[in-house]
Every structure is written in structure tokens, then in C-alpha cells.
């Protein structure tokens, strides 16, 4: 769960930096803290969704499997297919330039949607099928509303 508001947070943060399609504020330093965003998102996003031999992989957490797959696939609105293309895509994007940086001179950004829309969903399943509220302590049970408190606290410190 603690994935979870990671992304959340770094999600929002990210999203605040852009002003429709360019960045709010475009200094080097708001570039970076943006990017890095970015990639923390990348990599809570890999831990619980980038296969199965990550250690907080979700298939490790959940106790009905199947049933959290047919839900996920719906909760992003991609067939099993697309979202395998989805997590491979993903996780290159963090092996080649996030985890290590390999000699690739482009890199494939993905579209953090449904990243997003799978860690939303994963969230709201372990509170209702796989913990109790009280295990949560200070942890947000609501990650929309945690993530747009985060997005209020950090849009006015990008458009300083």
C-alpha cells in the first residue's frame, strides 16, 4: 500500500509540473524534479506490476488472482494483451533508462493513464479484499483524494 501512495504522490507532482502540454515552469530544476517524477512513478509502478518476480509483485499480495486480473484488465480498459504490451513497454523504459542506462539514445515514455488507473485499482482492492483499514495506519484510504491533495499542494509551487 505503500507503493501505492508513492505513485500517487509522485503522480500528482508530475501532472502539476504540465500546464496542458508544456511544462509550467521549464528551469532545469523544475525539468528534473519533473522527470524524476516521472520515474519514481515508473519504478513503484514496475514493483507491484512488472512481473512476477518483483518482490511486492500484486499476484504475491492478492488472493484470488484470476479475479483481480479480469478487474484490473476492465479498471484500465485494455485487453490481457495490451496490457502485457503496456507492462513490457513499461518495464524497458525502466531497465533501460531509469534502473540502468543502457546505450539507447531514445526512450519510450509511457503514458502514466494506465499505470494510474491499474495502481487506483490495486489500491482499492487490497482494502477491500486483502487488509483491514487499521493494518492502513497513517496510509490514505482514499488515493484519489490523497492524489489530488498532492496535485492542490504542489500546481502553486510550479507556477512560482
Known sequence: MLLTCHFARNFAYYRAAWDGATLANSTDYWKTTSGNCFDLCVLEWCKLFGGPREEHAWPRVVSDPKTFETGL??????????FEAYRLKTREYRDTFVAHLDLEMVAYLPLLDPAWASVRYYHAHVISHEISRTALGTL???LEAYRSEKFAEA???YRT
Open 155 to 157: 500546481t502553486p509551487v
Open 73 to 82: 484488465y476492465a479498471a484500465v480498459a485494455l485487453s490481457p494483451t495490451d
Open 140 to 142: 490514505s484510504t482514499d
